[in-house]
């Protein structure tokens, strides 16, 4: 039941859980939260998650429109994106605002649960939304009912830069072997082969769930995910065999732990490291002039005869269940998804539009995504979205630990499976 090609994804067909894995990633000061009553239909509160200046210039233009066309006043408060990460938690229980960015799949569903977002399958319905997003709907979809509007995909894997890679002549690894290989060239040139930074400690995550994916399949990743399958199963063995391995044989930026992925896509830039494992966002670590170098190269082949399965990745937004304003959120939805509206948002940060009938892109990191969306077997989101918060949280920190000191692996998932048998209740 995976996502068999982009084809699928703009052709309307019903979604499927495996598609866009249902059950699956900024405070600035001045966020207000608790703020005052607000007129019913004509204040709206937005708080964005954006780091992207220029996407927050386009959610500002948008809603600066709508505030003409509406006589509506709306006010964007703008969070750090990790910050958001916990402040979520709070300001949805007490001081909701109208409206929310956040994630799809298993984020989005574990405050569905918590009966903290608003089913507005009736905003579905009366935009036919259902018409143009296809299997996209699946990932804002619990139990039949829609959570939230998908916003752009972002399709993981390797980028390089390509005047590099032709004054090397060196070409994109096929396979493990061929990383293994491409990294000692790198590292006799005097360039770091993989840029990594795991400050954040998502990077290292995505790191894994291509090792997983690429070793043991979409399906078994999904169970990992869901909690059916312990952190100690014989099945992630080869994963973490060959995952150190790569660490060993220093493929990634020392210190990896000390910098955080803006830091180690400036290294890509600069010619300092080969490759580095992320996605379109990849292109603000580069100066503007200098981002038609970036080429995308999906992650190698591992194992032999495993589908390629990668890691799809769909934002949301969101209506809080707690939200003063629903109506006009809901209008104020409808107006942003807009096909020229939601495509100039995206535009901004390579993502692929949900949407079948969204403009062109003029974005050439987009229009290679989807063209290697044709070819992919299945996908998954990305291992924060993927599996429970709480799970994610000790899986973060325990690959940020192996990648630094891959020694304390039967430690880390002794202490990643206590955490899932805790959690998952198994």
């Known amino acids: 039941m995976a996502m068999k090609d982009l084809t699928s994804l703009i052709s309307g067909a019903a979604p499927s859980r495996r598609q866009f894995m249902i059950g699956t990633g900024t405070a600035l000061a001045g966020v207000a939260l608790g703020c005052p009553a607000l007129a019913q239909s ?3 509160v937005i708080i964005s998650n954006i780091g992207n200046a220029a996407q927050r210039e386009v959610l500002q233009r948008i ?4 505030e003409k066309n509406s006589g509506a006043k709306v006010t964007i408060n703008n969070m750090d994106h990790e910050a958001h990460k916990t402040a979520i938690r709070s300001y949805l229980v007490v001081g909701a605002p109208d409206i929310c960015f956040w994630f799809s799949g298993n984020r989005m569903k574990a405050f ?6 608003d089913d507005i399958s009736d905003l579905f319905e009366r935009e036919n939304y259902k018409s143009v997003l296809g299997p996209a709907t699946g990932a804002v979809t619990v139990d039949g009912k829609q959570y939230g509007l998908p916003l752009g995909g972002l399709l993981w894997g390797l980028f390089y830069r390509k005047d590099v890679f032709a004054e090397k002549g060196w070409t994109p690894p096929k396979t493990i072997v061929d990383l293994l290989a491409l990294g000692e060239h790198a590292k006799s040139a005097g360039m770091i082969p993989i840029s990594m930074g795991t400050k954040e400690m998502w990077p290292a995550a995505g790191w894994f769930d291509h090792m997983n994916l690429r070793i043991n399949g979409l399906d078994k990743h999904i169970e990992l995910m869901d909690g059916k399958m312990p952190y100690t199963d014989a099945a992630l063995k080869p994963v973490f065999d060959k995952w150190g391995e790569l660490v060993k044989a220093d493929l990634f930026s020392p210190n990896h732990t000390s910098f955080g992925w803006e830091q180690a896509s400036a290294a890509l830039a600069q010619k300092k490291a080969a490759m580095m494992d992320l996605a379109g966002f990849i292109k603000y670590g580069f100066p503007e002039d200098q981002v038609g170098q970036i080429a995308f190269s999906p992650f190698p082949e591992i194992t032999a005869g495993i589908g390629r399965y990668e890691d799809f990745a769909l934002n949301s937004v969101h209506v809080p269940k707690n939200a003063k304003n629903k109506e ?13 509206n939601l495509s100039a948002f995206l535009e901004t940060e390579s993502a692929v539009p949900p949407r079948s009938d969204c403009p062109p892109s003029k974005d050439p990191l987009v229009n290679a995504a989807v063209e290697q969306l044709k070819t992919v077997a299945g996908s998954a989101q990305y291992y924060d979205r993927d599996t429970d918060p709480d799970m994610a949280l000790e ?9 630094a000191k891959p020694e304390r692996r039967d430690q880390i998932l002794e202490r990643l499976e206590a955490t899932r048998k805790r959690i998952f209740k198994t």
């Open 42 to 44: 004509k204040e709206l």
């Open 63 to 66: 809603a600066s429109e709508y």
């Open 112 to 117: 569905v649960k918590r009966g903290l977002f």
């Open 328 to 340: 006009g959120a809901r209008d104020f939805l409808a107006y942003f998804y807009k096909p020229e």
């Open 395 to 403: 899986g973060l920190k325990g690959f940020q630990e192996f990648m």
